[in-house]
Every structure is written in structure tokens, then in C-alpha cells.
């Protein structure tokens, strides 16, 4: 077996060894392709089956294929939701696969997708994926938050709860700061975490946002980063600590999504939720909340703790939950596509019979908002930290 010299993959001769071996073992099972949110649409062809990327990689990795333009749009048509990893019976580590691939495409010239291009374009110029000037990121703030200098937390709002869908985030910090507990907030000096550029190959520029984000936390000084994003939460988590090395910059610090937060406070007593929130709910598990971090106890937990909630779990739930259809740089560029795969979650949380639809991730959220307006379903949305805010007494 050869893998290709020139490759970015070949440069981590570990990484290039371990994944050549790995697409080796698959046994064709196809449990991937049933489980995939994106293969659906792609008019029933097995070559848009993880399986088939997975074969056409092991011939592209023993110099037996190229990567023509149509291999490389199907390599793109992939949310990065980690479900077709959770059920791979060889336990390939697909997500990793599919993102050193795309590096490569992106270092031949042969990638990224148009819609790609122009999320870099606007990170390098304006720090964040939808253009926004510095000045309005801390816009989200409230008037009763009252970040201070430096805390042992630093709040990370991340782009999309910054820019497009603030109510997450503004209901946290509502929540710590109704606790006391004290926060920094890097307002204007945040950079996007990079998530969108790794998850679409483009490293280059992925690696000079982290290390301005990098910069910029050890200056704070904080030891715990609280981040109400998904994305953000598992780039930070899994993607920083490599970075780091790379780079050369400490990240001595603790990364943690509102929802572990929020489940600490309520294991220690700091919040008691009191006031009845008489509704039937269902949850979806964000992929890279779910999956990437394991976190499908603590949702539940808080849930459960608050008076006159009812639960009604979807079929697919948890560990095997379906992909909002948002991630991977799948919106962006497959926008359609992405609806579609929202809907269908969609149809999931209505046929429950849930009166409202709770998630914990400011992507997911941003798809069902906009997927309820385009089917005029008759469900609620609710980020979970509404639903404890309004369950604690004022
Ligand atoms: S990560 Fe998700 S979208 Fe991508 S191939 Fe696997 S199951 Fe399909
Ligand atoms: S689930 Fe794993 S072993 Fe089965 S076809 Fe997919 S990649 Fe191959």
C-alpha cells in the first residue's frame, strides 16, 4: 500500500498510515449509507454512500483513482454529523477521513466548494464567516449583563450566537449573571473558532484564527471558556489542543458547553428551577454536542428537573439522533439540500407530538427556525436555557 507523497494527508505520515489502514478494513456493510442525512439525496447513486467514498478513497490512497470534480462535490455533500462513525462496524474513523481528504483537495487546488471560498474570504477579512464588523459583536449584550475584566470564565459567543442568533447565548450569561457568577467577555477581539474553515479543509487560514483566539484567551487569563455553541464547543474542545501544539500557544484552560455548566449549577444547588414550564417537549440532539462530545445526559437532566416539563424523545435520538443538516459547510453550499435534511428532523419532532422543539446549539436552531417557517409546522423552538430561565423563580 502507498500513500501519496505529496499529500497534506502524507504530511502526517502517522495520520496518512492510520487512515490508508483503516479504509482498508471496510467491510462493506453499508450500515454507514443507511445511516448517512445526505445520501438520500443523491438520486439513490451508491456513489454518493459514505461506502462507496470510502472505496473510491482506498483506491485514490493506492494511486488507482483521481479525484475527479464530481468526487470531489460528493466529498463535500457531507455535514460531518459523525453518524455514519458511530455505526461503521470496523470503527473507521470516517469524520477524521473525510476532513484530512478535503485538506488535501483544498492544498491540490481542486477544492473548496464556491460558498467555501467565500466564508474564508470574509474570515480573513472581517474575522467571522458572515462579514460582520468587530464592533457589532458584542451587540448581543443585554443591558442587565455586566461582564467584568477578568473571571475564571470567559464567555466564547462564537459567530452564529454573536451575529445571527443571540438568544442562546443572552439567556446564559442572563442565567449567570441572575447566579452571580462572575464572566469576561472578549467583545470585538473574539475571532471565529475556525470551526467552518477546518470542517471544509481550509487549514491555512483555520490555523491563523486559532492562533488569534489563542492569543487572545491566554491574555485573559481565564481557566474555564463557557460557549453556547456546538461548533464552537467541539472545535475548542477537540481541534484547539493539535492547534496549540502546531503553534506553539498555551490553551491551558477548560472548554464547556452552556449545558454542562448549567447541569453543574444545578447538581450543586445554585439553581432551582420552581416555577412551572407546562409544556410537551422533544429535544434533538445537536450532532457535534451529541456525538462529537457525548453529551446526551445533561439536556436530559436539565430537562427533567424542571417542573411541568413532559419529554417525548423522537425515534432517533441520542447517539443515532439525525443531523439538522446545517454543518459540515453543507448550508452554505448545498442550502437546499440542507432544508431538506432540517425538514425531515422537522417532520421527526412534529409526529411526537411535542408542542415545542428544544435544542442547545445556535446552528441547529438557526435550521428549524428557518425549516418551520418554510413548512409551517405546528411546532414551538426553544434553546433549553429558555425553558430553565423561565422555570427559576425571579
Ligand atoms: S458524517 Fe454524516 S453526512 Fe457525513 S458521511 Fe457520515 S453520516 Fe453522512
Ligand atoms: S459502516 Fe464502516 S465498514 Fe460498513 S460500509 Fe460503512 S465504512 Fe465500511
Given at each position: 500500500m ?5 499529500s ?5 505520515a ?9 479504509v482498508d478494513t471496510c467491510a462493506?456493510c453499508?450500515?454507514?449509507?443507511v445511516?448517512?442525512?445526505t ?6 447513486f451508491?456513489?454518493?454512500?459514505p461506502?462507496a467514498?470510502?472505496?473510491?478513497l482506498?483506491?485514490?490512497f493506492?494511486d488507482?483513482?483521481?479525484?475527479t470534480?464530481e468526487w470531489?462535490?460528493?466529498?463535500y455533500?457531507c455535514?460531518?454529523?459523525e453518524?455514519?462513525?458511530t ?5 473507521i ?5 473525510w476532513?484530512s ?13 464556491p ?16 462579514g ?5 459583536q458584542?451587540q448581543?449584550?443585554?443591558p ?6 477578568t473571571?475564571d ?5 462564537g ?13 446564559g450569561?442572563?442565567i ?7 464572566y469576561?467577555y472578549?467583545g470585538?477581539?473574539e475571532h471565529?473558532?475556525?470551526s467552518p474553515l477546518l470542517r471544509?479543509g481550509q487549514l491555512?487560514?483555520?490555523g491563523?484564527l486559532i492562533?488569534?483566539n489563542?492569543d487572545?484567551?491566554a491574555?485573559?487569563?481565564?481557566r ?5 455553541c456546538?461548533g464552537c464547543s467541539?472545535?475548542?474542545?477537540q481541534?484547539?489542543?493539535a ?6 500557544k498555551?490553551?491551558?484552560?477548560t472548554?464547556?458547553h452552556f449545558?454542562?455548566v448549567?447541569v ?23 450532532c ?11 439536556p ?7 417542573p411541568?416539563i413532559?419529554?417525548l424523545e423522537?425515534?432517533r ?15 452554505a453550499n ?14 421527526e ?6 408542542d415545542?422543539?428544544v ?7 438557526g ?10 409546522a ?6 433549553l436555557?429558555?425553558l430553565?430561565?423561565?422555570s427559576?423563580?425571579?
Amino acid at each position: 500500500m502507498s500513500t501519496r507523497e505529496h499529500s497534506p494527508i502524507a504530511c502526517n505520515a502517522a495520520l496518512a498510515k492510520m487512515l490508508a489502514e483503516a479504509v482498508d478494513t471496510c467491510a462493506r456493510c453499508g450500515f454507514c449509507k443507511v445511516s448517512c442525512p445526505t445520501y438520500p439525496f443523491g438520486g439513490g447513486f451508491e456513489t454518493f454512500s459514505p461506502r462507496a467514498k470510502v472505496a473510491f478513497l482506498k483506491d485514490y490512497f493506492e494511486d488507482r483513482d483521481v479525484l475527479t470534480p464530481e468526487w470531489v462535490d460528493r466529498l463535500y455533500r457531507c455535514t460531518t454529523c459523525e453518524r455514519c462513525q458511530t455505526v461503521c462496524q470496523t470503527a473507521i474513523p470516517l469524520v477524521a477521513l473525510w476532513e484530512s481528504v478535503r485538506a488535501d483537495i483544498v492544498t491540490k487546488g481542486l477544492g473548496p466548494m464556491p460558498a467555501h471560498k467565500k466564508l474564508r474570504a470574509l474570515a480573513e477579512e472581517h474575522g467571522n464567516p458572515y462579514g460582520e464588523p468587530a464592533s457589532k459583536q458584542s451587540q448581543w449584550l443585554l443591558p442587565e449583563h455586566h461582564p467584568v475584566e477578568t473571571a475564571d470564565i470567559l464567555i466564547f459567543g462564537g459567530c452564529t450566537a454573536s451575529y445571527r442568533m443571540p438568544s442562546m447565548l443572552q439567556t446564559g450569561v442572563t442565567i449567570l449573571t441572575r447566579l452571580g457568577v462572575p464572566y469576561a467577555y472578549a467583545g470585538g477581539e473574539e475571532h471565529c473558532c475556525a470551526s467552518p474553515l477546518l470542517r471544509t479543509g481550509q487549514l491555512d487560514v483555520a490555523g491563523e484564527l486559532i492562533g488569534k483566539n489563542l492569543d487572545l484567551i491566554a491574555r485573559t487569563g481565564a481557566r474555564t471558556i463557557v460557549t453556547p455553541c456546538g461548533g464552537c464547543s467541539k472545535t475548542l474542545k477537540q481541534d484547539y489542543p493539535a492547534w496549540t501544539e502546531k503553534l506553539g500557544k498555551p490553551f491551558n484552560v477548560t472548554v464547556r458547553h452552556f449545558s454542562e455548566v448549567y447541569v453543574d449549577l444545578l447538581r450543586q444547588g445554585r439553581i432551582k428551577p420552581s416555577v412551572a414550564v407546562n409544556k410537551t417537549v422533544t429535544f434533538h440532539d445537536p450532532c457535534h454536542v451529541g456525538r462529537s462530545q457525548g453529551l446526551f445526559d445533561e439536556p436530559r437532566e436539565i430537562l427533567a428537573a424542571i417542573p411541568g416539563i413532559k419529554l417525548l424523545e423522537m425515534p432517533r435520538c441520542r447517539e443515532s439522533s439525525r443531523c439538522c443538516g446545517a454543518g459540515g459547510g453543507v448550508k452554505a453550499n448545498y442550502p437546499q439540500m440542507a432544508s431538506a435534511i432540517a425538514r425531515e428532523r422537522l417532520d421527526e419532532a412534529v409526529a411526537t407530538g411535542a408542542d415545542t422543539l428544544v435544542t442547545m446549539c445556535p446552528f441547529c436552531q438557526g435550521s428549524f427556525s428557518q425549516a418551520i417557517k418554510e413548512s409551517d409546522a405546528s411546532i414551538g423552538l426553544s434553546g433549553l436555557e429558555e425553558l430553565l430561565l423561565a422555570s427559576l423563580a425571579q
